[in-house]
């Protein structure tokens, strides 16, 4: 069994109990909208991971750093469980179990996630447009747009939702004409 699928039969029952519980005390959107602040807190500093990681840390020490960093931005509910999984030695799975949450949250919301990668900053107006047209492509009626800027990408824009790609940048058409050249 390789190591992720491991961490992922950890981490799945306390996304679980996580949005349970959010949602018996009707804190869903806000148990969203803290952990995914908590997340993007994690992924712009490397050293809190480290240092929330490392097992040699006292459980004590993570616990005061977490309660400085979080205390008056998330919900008690959401500290709580980051203090709970210090205490059960889990808070190596805080990304995962995140990810998990984020997924089975927007499944129960019916929201579909798309990842957007642009050569330039999409403005507020061509984001909403965009979010108008993934709608209507998806027949959903909440998406949650994330958005990445590569400027490998040269021109254009690429797209994923779910399974499903669209590739509209420049690259992506220099590539598929490459590959025709090189076929024929």
Same mark, same amino acid.
């Given at each position: ?41 994690? @992924? ?12 040699? +840390? ?6 005061? =750093? ?5 205390? +008056? ?21 805080? =990304? ?13 919301? @019916? ?8 050569? =330039?900053?999409? +403005?507020?107006?061509?984001? +909403? ?56």
């Amino acid at each position: 069994m390789s190591t992720q699928s491991t961490i992922n039969k950890i981490a799945v029952p306390y996304a679980e109990a996580l949005l349970e519980l959010s949602k018996s005390s009707n804190l869903l959107k806000e148990t969203t909208k803290d952990l995914s602040l908590i997340s993007t807190t994690l @992924s712009q500093s490397k050293d809190l991971q480290l240092f929330l990681y490392h097992p040699l +840390n006292k459980i004590f020490m993570k616990k005061n =750093v977490l309660k400085k960093i979080f205390e +008056n931005q998330v919900n008690d509910f959401v500290l709580k469980f980051l203090l709970v999984l210090v205490d059960r030695r889990r808070i190596f799975l805080l =990304v995962t179990i995140i990810d998990k949450y984020l997924d089975l949250a927007y499944q129960l919301e @019916s929201t579909i996630v798309a990842e957007l990668l642009t050569a =330039v900053a999409l +403005n507020e107006s061509q984001q +909403n447009h965009l979010i108008e047209k993934i709608k209507m492509m998806t027949r959903s009626q909440y998406v949650k747009l994330t958005m990445n800027v590569d400027i490998s990408l040269i021109g254009g824009f690429y797209l994923k939702i779910g399974s499903k790609i669209v590739d509209l940048s420049l690259a992506g058409k220099l590539k598929q004409i490459s590959f025709y050249l090189n076929t024929n």
